[in-house]
């Protein structure tokens, strides 16, 4: 089976654009997650759904960043306006629920300048 | 406090050698734990998961739990160059939360 699916997989973007992040989960997989990874904050859960409907949006920084997921197969993360602290690398992990263990995407490696 | 702490390393064992990687929980709510193993410039890879107190071994991987100390960790017998990597240790605040807190993670190199 297919695992967790990100694109874009690298995006340099200039200060100010807006950012689209896409994700599809596993298949059957009920929960999904969006974690951003930098060197000094480490893994960061910035939101996460459980049957398409967003649980814990706690971990979102600010009114710039915004997810969706319409359907049981993809989620989006949107960065605007972005700026140059957004750059990091986010993960989109699903997993089946009930305190079980997520599947994380290769990741979406985002550079502001 | 932060709800899941780990010494950050780095951490360098020789090669053949037990590693040791340590994680503490704050929620005593907690109920399950997962290692996942991230090579540099990699996602996130499960390795191990442990719901009961003692040990739970997979090959060369044992994870220990006690939930009296909220500690956990993971043993790496015969370490190769190959589990070189952060080691992340992770656990939900109770049982049913699917809100997975990650700590900081632990940096390992196997000299050989």
């Known amino acids: 089976d297919a695992g967790v699916i990100q694109s874009p997989r690298h995006e340099v973007t200039e200060m100010g654009q807006e950012v689209t992040l896409r994700c599809k989960p596993i298949?059957?997989?009920?929960?999904l997650f969006w974690y951003r990874q930098t060197m000094m904050r480490g893994l960061e859960l910035l939101i996460y759904f459980n049957n398409n409907v967003p649980i814990d949006d706690s971990g979102m920084p600010e009114d710039r960043f915004s997810a969706k997921m319409p359907n049981a197969s993809f989620s989006t993360l949107k960065i605007q306006p972005s700026e140059p602290r957004d750059s990091a690398v986010y993960f989109c992990?699903?997993?089946?629920?009930?305190?079980?263990?997520?599947?994380f995407g290769e990741g979406s490696w985002l550079t502001v300048v | 406090q932060k709800e899941v702490e780990q010494n950050s390393g780095p951490l360098s064992v020789p090669e053949g050698a037990i590693a040791s990687l340590n994680c503490t929980y704050s929620?005593?709510?907690?109920?399950?734990f997962f290692w996942y193993r991230q090579y540099s410039g990699k996602s996130p890879e499960l390795i191990m998961f442990i719901y009961s107190n003692g040990d739970k071994e997979d090959g060369r991987f044992t994870a220990q739990l006690n939930k009296a100390s909220q500690y956990v960790s993971l043993l790496i017998r015969d370490s190769q160059p190959s589990d070189s990597a952060t080691y992340l240790c992770a656990a939900p605040p109770n049982f049913g939360n699917e809100k997975l807190t990650f700590g900081t993670g632990t940096r390992l190199t196997i000299i050989p």
């Open positions: 992990a699903s997993g089946p629920g009930d305190s079980d263990a997520i599947y």
């Open positions: 929620d005593r709510g907690s109920q399950s």
């Open positions: 298949s059957g997989h009920n929960s």
